[in-house]
Nanobody, 117 residues
Framework: QVQLVESGGDLVQAGGSLRLSCVVS????????MGWYRQAPGKERGLVAT???????NYADSVKGRFTISRDSAKNTVYLQTNDLRPEDTAVYYC???????????WGQGTQVTVSS
């Protein structure tokens, strides 16, 4: 089992920044990738950014150049630095971790990011 705890969500003005954190714990020997998804009211959950244990990253087009994903393997923590936030970034941000054995995706409880115009 893998547990994830997110933090860092808040209410910010447009143009502001936040750093989201996700601490991962549990059976991590086959951890493959981690990252962030988000879900706005009335919309489906969508990818924001991912990072593999090897350090490869992937971003949604809508956040490229504004968000940066990183991880601290010693702390088992993945971060999402969000800059130049826009009202359309308002959503619940969910952290995930993917393991290979078993092949499974685990989710955190979510953290709310609200951007006011």
């Amino acid at each position: 089992q893998v547990q994830l705890v997110e933090s860092g969500g808040d209410l910010v003005q447009a143009g502001g920044s936040l750093r989201l954190s996700c601490v991962v714990s549990g059976s991590l020997f086959s951890l493959f990738s981690m990252g962030w998804y988000r879900q706005a009211p009335g919309k489906e959950r969508g990818l924001v950014a991912t990072i593999t244990v090897g350090g490869s990253t992937n971003y949604a087009d809508s956040v490229k150049g504004r968000f940066t994903i990183s991880r601290d393997s010693a702390k088992n923590t993945v971060y999402l630095q969000t800059n130049d936030l826009r009202p359309e970034d308002t959503a619940v941000y969910y952290c995930y971790a993917e393991t290979l054995f078993p092949r499974r995706v685990y989710w955190g409880q979510g953290t709310q990011v609200t951007v006011s115009s």
